[in-house]
Each structure stands twice: as structure tokens, then as C-alpha cells.
């Protein structure tokens, strides 16, 4: 049993910082991406940032600029690190880890930005 384990949410008012973590409490062979997802209540969950196995990212349009997705070499550790955040950033985020054969998820965590 594998479970990916997030931390870093909380309350942060406009404009303000986070930096979301998450690890494998496990351990998980091959890792081919990573990525952070959220979802807003009543929204559908979405992509916010990947990172691939050779470090290529991807963000979603209305984070660009203002999230930095990245990784610890030889651990299966990703961050997310939130700047500028705006209360449509309000959520809660999910770290995804992804090989050849599992889709691995955390629990989330809870960010709210207030205005």
C-alpha cells in the first residue's frame, strides 16, 4: 500500500505565499510524472502543475507566473511553491505521482485565500 502524503495548506490572504510538499510515504518504483491537482467545491478537479521524469513542466494558464513546480533529486518529493495567491486559488490540492502502471494520490490539503 502506497499513500502520498501532502502538507503545507492553510489560510493565506491575497497576495500572500504557500509551499505545498508532498512524499511518498511509501515507495514508489519508476516514477514517470508528478503533479499537483485541486479542486474547488462545486468545480471540477483540475491540473494546476506537472513535472515530468526529465523535469519538463506544465502549468494550467491562470497559475503561469505565479506557481513553481519542482522536485528533490532522488526522492520521490515534489513541491509546489504558491506566489501572489488570489481567492480563486482557493481549493483543495492534491499531489498525484504517476508510473508506467498506478496513478498514486494524497488525501489533500486545504488552501484558502482570503480577500
Known amino acids: 500500500q502506497v499513500q502520498l502524503v501532502e502538507s503545507g495548506g492553510g489560510l493565506v490572504q491575497s497576495g500572500g505565499s504557500l509551499r505545498l510538499s508532498c512524499a511518498d510515504s511509501g515507495s514508489i518504483f519508476s516514477i514517470y510524472a508528478m503533479g499537483w491537482y485541486r479542486q474547488a467545491p462545486g468545480k471540477q478537479r483540475e491540473l494546476v502543475a506537472s513535472i515530468s521524469r526529465i523535469g519538463v513542466t506544465n502549468y494550467a494558464d491562470s497559475v503561469k507566473g505565479r506557481f513553481t513546480i519542482s522536485r528533490v533529486n532522488g526522492k520521490n518529493t515534489v513541491y509546489l511553491q504558491m506566489n501572489s495567491l488570489k481567492p480563486e486559488d482557493t481549493a483543495v490540492y492534491y499531489c498525484?505521482?504517476?508510473?508506467?502502471?498506478?496513478?498514486?494520490w494524497g488525501k489533500g490539503t486545504l488552501v484558502t485565500i482570503s480577500s
Open positions: 498525484n505521482m504517476r508510473n508506467g502502471g498506478m496513478d498514486y
